[in-house]
């Protein structure tokens, strides 16, 4: 089923069942109470999304932690005020708890379920303005052993306020809880007292593995948001000063790494920072996302960047998209030191690009799209 416990599991999916058996009546409720809606019907509903969350993070089902997720900054938006609950909200709403249970029902499958017809819609009511991205740009952190932790740009805007610290703790599944007769659930509700859980984060690969040294420790991630300061978080955690970071320092002085910025535009994923950007592309590249491809070209080349092309999925590619990619070398190739060249390149794409005539030729301090 998992690499967890399958008793850990039962357990989550019982939870999850009582969670959201009155998800939609207490939906409806609000929709009908609207913009004076009762606290405590947004705050459970919120709940629920959050605990969900919280345990699929910590049992590492990706997909139900991802769609909670956003089921979750879009609750947040509705108990502040900056979000009405509209019948078209809350419809919304319901089709994510709705296709949640769906993946809590067959959680053994949920990370090869699709979610996208459930997020892009809660996506579009988070970041309204940017219909274009499928999710708002955000940040991952390089954990001492190399994972990444992903940030999600919303929940830290949205944990910020009210003067709350973000802290990475840093647990020891094994003596800081396991040893200690407790549970990561039972870690969950002692945070939710002072505070709330952003995101967490089993770092499997700290633990080592059957052909190398295995460790005896597995560090276990939690983005928390407080009012306290770091100190009594350690108190209140029984876990060490010295593995309790705050985030926003620890980015400021280089203790923990943020690397690739991500935004997506349809199917296009652009990466990358301020000065450089790596687009990478999907395996169909056609008129269908065209608009898409130009909008991620030039959100990629702004601000004089420079842009690496990751083409190494692509095995589709229409005459049209082709060329978008040589106008890009054409106006952006040569003077401005905005150098667009090839990541990869699929055998089947060069191929299609030959037969089009589109192979660039070197020169003028241009590399080639696509070299024989």
Avoid: W
């Avoid at 970041?127 to 991205?133: I, K, T, W």
């Avoid at 994923?269 to 996302?289: H, I, K, M, W, Y």
């Amino acid at each position: 089923m998992s690499y967890v416990g399958d008793e850990l599991v039962v357990s989550f999916v019982e939870d999850c069942r009582d969670h959201l058996a009155h998800i939609e009546q207490d939906l409806l409720d609000l929709e009908a109470a609207g913009k004076g809606a009762d606290g405590s019907l947004v705050n459970s509903v919120f709940r629920a999304a959050h605990s969900i969350k919280g345990g699929a993070g910590m049992l590492g089902f990706n997909n139900i932690k991802t769609l909670a997720h956003k089921l979750e900054n879009v609750l947040h938006m509705i108990r502040s005020d900056e979000l009405d609950p509209s019948q078209e909200v809350v419809d919304t709403l319901l089709k994510g708890f709705d296709r949640l249970l769906t993946l809590v029902e067959s959680v053994d499958q949920s990370d090869s379920m699709s979610i996208d017809e459930a997020l892009q819609p809660l996506t579009l009511l988070i970041s309204p303005d940017s219909p274009e991205a499928a999710s708002p740009a955000g940040a991952d952190i390089r954990l001492d052993s190399g994972s990444v932790f992903t940030v999600d740009a919303v929940s830290l805007e949205q944990a910020r306020r009210g003067g709350n610290n973000i802290f990475l703790i840093e647990y020891d599944l094994i003596h800081d809880i396991h040893l200690r007769d407790s549970y990561p659930l039972e870690v969950f509700t002692d945070l939710e007292k002072s505070g709330r859980v952003l995101d967490c984060q089993l770092d499997f690969a700290a633990v080592g593995s059957l052909e190398g040294d295995f460790g005896n420790r597995i560090p276990f991630y939690v983005l928390f948001a407080t009012i306290l300061e770091a100190d009594l978080v350690s108190t209140v955690t029984r876990v060490a000063l010295e593995r309790i970071r705050n985030l926003e320092t620890a980015l400021e002085s280089g203790a923990v790494q943020v690397v690739d910025k991500q935004a997506e535009f349809g199917p296009y994923v652009l990466l990358g920072d301020e000065q450089t950007s790596v687009l990478r592309f999907p395996q169909s590249a056609t008129l269908d996302n065209a608009q898409h491809l130009r909008s991620a070209l030039l959100q990629g080349l702004a601000g004089n960047r420079r842009l690496q092309l990751d083409l190494e999925e692509v095995s589709e590619m229409d005459f049209h998209s082709l060329q978008l990619l040589c106008a890009a070398l054409k106006h952006h190739g040569g003077d401005a030191g905005n150098v667009v060249r090839e990541g990869g390149v699929s055998p089947e794409l060069r191929k299609q690009a030959r037969e089009l005539g589109l192979l660039a030729e070197p020169g003028k301090g241009v590399e080639p799209l696509f070299s024989e």
